[in-house]
């Protein structure tokens, strides 16, 4: 069974940085997409940044510039490492796994709190 486990959310300073991880098991790695959405309250998930099996990159214009997605296939993990935090960077993080004509997977997420 797949399954995906977040870590490294926490409370920050603005301007500071967090380093979130997500480690899979049960699954075929290096095969995956992999994902960081997050959820604000009484707003809808939003896709944050991407990673491709390929190692190709896509980032929410939001935090261009400011976050890194990038994975480590012989740990399968991703990380999300996140400088320059701002208060309205303050969500639940949650970590995606999609594949073609596969089952998509989520994490239960991570909290970042961002304090002015």
């Known amino acids: 069974q797949v399954q995906l486990v977040e870590s490294g959310g926490g409370l920050v300073q603005a301007g500071g940085s967090l380093r979130l991880s997500c480690a899979a098991s049960?699954?075929?790695?290096?095969?995956?997409?992999m994902h960081w959405y997050r959820q604000a309250p009484g707003n809808q998930r939003e896709l944050v940044a991407g990673?491709?099996?390929?190692?190709?990159?896509n980032y929410a214009d939001s935090v261009k510039g400011r976050f890194t997605i990038s994975r480590d296939n012989a740990k399968n993990t991703v990380y999300l490492q996140m400088d320059n935090l701002k208060p309205e960077d303050t969500a639940v993080y949650y970590c995606?796994?999609?594949?073609?004509?596969?089952?998509?997977?989520w994490g239960r997420g991570t909290q970042v709190t961002v304090s002015s």
């Open positions: 049960g699954t075929i790695f290096r095969f995956n997409n």
């Open positions: 990673i491709t099996r390929l190692d190709t990159t």
């Open positions: 995606h796994s999609s594949r073609l004509g596969a089952t998509e997977y």
